[in-house]
C-alpha cells in the first residue's frame, strides 16, 4: 500500500508487467548490455530505475534509441524548450570550447557569466537583477531559501502540499510529496504546508473558483497570522500538474505576504521561459515575487545551470542586517560556469530572434483546438492547460470524480500505449501531463494528440 501511495504523485512504476513487456519488445543484445550495465553500477533512483532504454541521441522534439527507434518526448523532464541538439546552441557551446575559457573558479568571473546575468535582469519581471547561478533547479531551491531566511532574520516557511521544488534537503521539506521525504526522519523545522486551489478536486467540495481561492487564502493568513517567524512562501505560479490559479490568487498571495513581512519565491523551474505563452508564468498574473528560481529551459538542457534571482531591495534588505559581509552566504564551485552560462545565452538569443513566443502562440491555439474531443472520452474527467502545460485527469466515474484504484496504475498503462506508438508522455497519478518542447512543428503536436487520444481510449474506453 505505501509504494501506490508514494508513486500517486511522481513518476510511474518501474517494476509493472507492463514495464517487463516493453523491456521484452524494445531491447536489443546491444541494449540490454548496457541497461543491465546501468542497474549494476548506478545508485538507483526509484524513479529512474530500471530505466526504461538507452538512448542514442536526441533531436528537436524526439529521442532515439540504440536499435534507431524514435519517439516523440513530451516529457523531456521540461528542459528541451529549443528542441534537442539545436544547431545554434550546439555551435555556441563548442566556440565556447575552442575559446580554452572552460571553467572559472568560485574567485573570478567571466564574460558569459556575466553576459548572461545582464541579460536575465532584463527579460525577467521589473527589479529582479541580481543573480546567482548554480547547477540544478534544487540547488537554485537551496539558495532562495537560505537568502530568504537570512534577509529576514526568520526560519519558518509556507509551500503547497503536493507541490515539488527539489531533492535537496531543505527543498525536499518544502515540497509537499512524502515521496522525497518519507523515511528520512526529521527535515528542516518549520516548514508549513498548506492546500493549492485545485478547482476540479479540492478536499472541500467546492465548484465555485472563488470559494476554492478564499479557503486557500485564509489558510495561508492563518498559518502567517500564528507563527509569526515566517520568511517566505514558495510555490510554483502553475502547479506541475497543472492547475492554474484564478487570476488574482496569487496577487492576493503576494498581498499576505507583505502584510506578514514574509517573502514570496516563485519556482518557475518547469514553468519559465515560454512554457506558458509568456517567458515567465508569473507575468499571466502580473505579480512579482521577492525571489525567483529558474532552471530546466534556461540552457536547454545542454549543461546543468539554474539560477536563483531577487531585487535590489531584498539584496540591500541583506546587506543591512550582514553589513560586515557585503555579499550573500553561499559558495558553489559550478556558478557561472561558462559553458552553462553560453549555452543559455545561446538559448535566449534563439527566443529574440526566431520571435518564439509570437510562434507559439499559433501551436497553443492548435493544441488547445485539438484537446477538447478529449473530453467526450468517458474516463477523461478534466483537461485543462496553461500554454505547453497540460494535464488530462483520468477518473472511474466522471459524475463523481471518483479516481481509479492506485493498484490499477491507469495513469502508467496509458504511457506504456502511448510509448509502443512512438511517443512520451509523464502520468503523475492518473494525470496525462504534456510538455511539448516550445520547437515542436504542428505535424508533430497532431501526432502527439492523436496517439494520447487512442491510448486514452484503449486503456480505458
Same mark, same amino acid.
Given at each position: ?14 517494476? @509493472? ?31 529512474? @530505475?530500471? +530505466? ?14 540504440? $536499435? ?24 555556441? +557551446? ?12 568560485? *574567485? ?92 476540479? *478536486? ?10 476554492? $481561492? ?38 492576493? +498571495? ?20 515560454? *512554457? @506558458? ?26 549543461? /546543468? ?91 472511474? $466515474?466522471? $459524475? ?35 510538455? /511539448? ?14 496517439? @494520447? ?9
Amino acid at each position: 500500500m505505501k509504494e501506490s501511495r508514494f508513486n500517486r504523485e511522481q513518476g510511474d512504476s518501474n517494476t @509493472t508487467p507492463g514495464r517487463e513487456k516493453y523491456w521484452e519488445g524494445n531491447l536489443s543484445v546491444e541494449a540490454r548490455k548496457w541497461f543491465e550495465e546501468d542497474n549494476r553500477y548506478f545508485l538507483h533512483q526509484n524513479l529512474s @530505475t530500471p +530505466v526504461l532504454n538507452v538512448l542514442a541521441r536526441a533531436h528537436g522534439a524526439c529521442i532515439e534509441d540504440l $536499435d534507431g527507434k524514435s519517439y516523440i518526448d513530451m516529457h523531456g523532464n521540461g528542459v528541451h524548450n529549443a528542441g534537442f541538439n539545436n544547431p545554434d546552441i550546439i555551435a555556441a +557551446v563548442r566556440k565556447q570550447l575552442d575559446s580554452e575559457m572552460t571553467f572559472c573558479p568560485r *574567485r573570478y568571473t567571466n564574460i558569459p557569466a556575466v553576459s548572461l546575468a545582464k541579460k536575465l535582469s532584463e527579460i525577467t519581471p521589473q527589479g529582479l537583477s541580481r543573480s546567482l547561478f548554480c547547477p540544478g533547479g534544487s540547488e537554485a531551491i537551496e539558495m532562495a531559501l537560505k537568502l530568504a531566511k537570512q534577509v529576514t532574520g526568520r526560519f519558518k516557511t509556507i509551500s503547497f502540499w503536493d507541490s515539488f521544488h527539489g531533492a535537496g534537503f531543505a527543498a525536499a521539506s518544502v515540497g509537499g510529496e512524502e515521496h522525497f521525504h518519507g523515511g528520512l526522519g526529521p527535515m528542516v523545522p518549520g516548514a508549513f504546508h498548506v492546500e493549492f486551489p485545485n478547482y476540479y *478536486r479540492n478536499p472541500w467540495g467546492f465548484t465555485d473558483r472563488s470559494d476554492v $481561492d478564499a479557503e486557500c487564502l485564509r489558510q495561508i493568513e492563518l498559518v502567517l497570522r500564528r507563527e509569526p517567524e515566517m520568511a517566505a512562501l514558495i510555490g510554483e505560479p502553475i502547479s506541475a500538474k497543472p492547475v492554474v490559479p484564478s487570476r488574482g490568487f496569487w496577487e492576493g +498571495v503576494k498581498g499576505l505576504c507583505d502584510e506578514y513581512g514574509a517573502l514570496l519565491i516563485f519556482d518557475e523551474i518547469i514553468e519559465g521561459f515560454g *512554457r @506558458t505563452g509568456k517567458m515567465f508564468a508569473c507575468e499571466h498574473e502580473e505579480v512579482v515575487p521577492d525571489i525567483m528560481c529558474l532552471a530546466k529551459g534556461i540552457s536547454g538542457g545542454y549543461l /546543468p545551470l539554474a539560477a536563483t534571482l531577487t531585487s535590489e531591495r531584498i539584496f540591500e534588505g541583506f546587506l543591512g542586517r550582514h553589513e560586515e559581509f557585503k555579499t550573500f552566504f553561499h559558495g558553489h564551485t559550478y556558478t557561472g560556469n561558462p559553458l552553462a552560462c553560453a549555452a543559455a545565452i545561446a538559448s535566449l538569443e534563439i527566443f529574440e530572434q526566431e520571435q518564439v513566443l509570437d510562434e507559439l502562440q499559433g501551436k497553443i491555439d492548435y493544441l488547445t483546438k485539438r484537446l477538447q474531443p478529449f473530453t467526450s472520452l468517458d474516463h477523461v474527467g478534466d483537461v485543462r492547460e496553461r500554454g505547453f502545460m497540460v494535464g488530462i485527469e483520468l477518473v472511474a $466515474d466522471k $459524475d463523481s470524480k471518483q479516481p481509479f484504484a492506485p493498484e490499477h496504475r491507469i495513469g502508467h498503462m496509458v504511457t506504456m500505449a502511448a510509448r509502443r506508438s512512438g511517443l512520451i508522455i509523464r502520468p503523475l497519478g492518473d494525470v496525462i501531463v504534456l510538455m /511539448p518542447p516550445l520547437a515542436i512543428s504542428l505535424d508533430e503536436l497532431e501526432k502527439v494528440c492523436d496517439i @494520447t487520444f487512442e491510448s486514452i481510449r484503449a486503456v480505458v474506453g
